[in-house]
Nanobody, 127 residues
């Protein structure tokens, strides 16, 4: 299984970036996906999650209304559109995949169960 993450970079506050996570080696339609981030000196946190069928999403309060997670099951790719970026969004961002374990299982902000991880991509927001 591989999760290929791309799209990080440096922007000024108020700018936008889109992260991509291309998955291979797994049955894409049976996995939840999450975007995590870890800032220097801080614990890793889940900022957005999407259900296996892309029917539902969840967000951390800190990014709600600014970030959008989406899942293209035809392209086996997950995206994180980040708008109105703030300096506090500066972090290494990771894509991760969690298998569905039950029919009709809903998406949550539970960080447990993510089995596969992509390499991190740096996002730097300057003021």
């Amino acid at each position: 299984v591989q999760l290929q993450t791309s799209g990080g970079g440096s922007v000024q506050a108020g700018g936008s970036l889109r992260l991509s996570c291309a998955a291979s080696g797994l049955f894409f339609g049976s996995y939840f996906f999450g975007w995590f981030r870890q800032a220097p000196g801080k614990e890793r946190e889940l900022v957005a999650a999407i259900s296996y069928n892309a029917g539902a999403t969840r967000y951390a309060d800190s990014v709600k209304g600014r970030f959008t997670i989406s899942k293209d099951n035809a392209q086996n790719t997950v995206y994180l559109q980040m708008n109105n970026l703030r300096p506090e969004d500066t972090a290494v961002y990771y894509c991760a995949a969690k298998p569905r374990t039950a029919i009709g299982q809903g998406v949550t902000m539970d960080e447990i169960g993510y089995r596969y991880w992509g390499r991190g991509t740096q996002v730097t927001v300057s003021s």
